[in-house]
Nanobody
């Protein structure tokens, strides 16, 4: 079992930055690929970014590529999402998730989820 807790969300103006953190406890963190997803009101959950177990491979949704950076610190059991040049359309609840099976964009292939953290970007 893996327990995930996100933090770092908040209210920011368009063009600003936030860094989300996801702290993991439980089984070996470094054996999991870690992903970030988001869900805006009235919309389906969507993939944001994913990073492999070592941090050497990362993929991004087209909508955030070049603005967001995913990273991880296995010594701290933490994955991060640095979000720059934020836009109002980035407003959503952001979730981190852990996958035992590898690097995927599909949320259904993730085994553990955090409770989410709200990000609101004002125009």
């Amino acid at each position: 079992q893996v327990h995930l807790v996100e933090s770092g969300g908040g209210l920011v103006q368009a063009g600003g930055s936030l860094r989300l953190s996801c702290a993991a406890s439980g089984r070996t963190f470094s054996s999991y690929a870690m992903g970030w997803f988001r869900q805006a009101p009235g919309k389906e959950r969507e993939f944001v970014a994913v990073i492999n177990w070592s941090g050497g491979v990362a993929y991004y949704a087209a909508s955030v590529k070049g603005r967001f950076t995913i990273s991880r610190d296995n010594a701290k059991n933490t994955v991060y999402l640095q979000m720059n040049s934020l836009k109002p359309e980035d407003t959503a609840v952001y979730y981190c998730a852990a996958s035992e099976r590898g690097v995927f964009r599909e949320g259904a292939l993730y085994d553990y989820w955090g409770q989410g953290t709200q990000v609101t970007v004002s125009s």
